[in-house]
């Protein structure tokens, strides 16, 4: 798998790129609410954008999710000139749920499904989170 080289852009770049990810992500009926998160935000280095979505439940098919991705990662990479890495939030595993709902707010259509979404992702990241650093713990100190 090709990593794409690290790059840097202005904060001015990089406020514009996210306001045409999110002009293009509008668009988009199934898209309930979108978020971006990690390296690109931080200013510092980054290597793509990374792009968190959740979809109208029954949008599409669980075992098209990994298709959905790779070709909307495909068509905003070529929208922005930039690599668009799309993960999906309804099915996700709780941390990355987590991680991911620290980024930014690209947009959002239903206010209320975003606030039930991050209730229940912290609900069960704080009952996941004491087990996970205690199995971390246990693994390091082996």
């Excluded at 068509?75 to 991911?100: C, E, I, K, M, Q």
């Amino acid at each position: 798998m090709l990593h794409p080289r690290p790059r840097r852009v202005p904060v001015e770049q990089r406020d514009r790129l996210i306001q045409q990810l999110s002009d293009l992500l509008r668009n988009r009926p199934e898209i309930l609410f979108a978020l971006v998160h990690g390296s690109f935000l931080a200013g510092g280095l980054f290597r793509d954008v990374d792009l968190a979505l959740y979809l109208e439940p029954g949008a599409i098919q669980r075992e098209a999710f990994r298709d959905y991705e790779l070709e909307h990662g495909v068509r905003w990479s070529a929208d922005l000139g930039l690599p668009v890495d799309v993960r999906l939030l309804n099915d996700a595993p709780v941390s990355f749920r987590y991680h991911a709902l620290r980024g930014v707010v690209l947009f959002v259509q239903d206010e209320e499904v975003l606030d039930e979404f991050r209730a229940r992702t912290w609900d069960e990241y704080c009952d996941f989170a004491p087990f996970a650093r205690r199995y971390l713990q246990e693994v390091m100190d082996e």
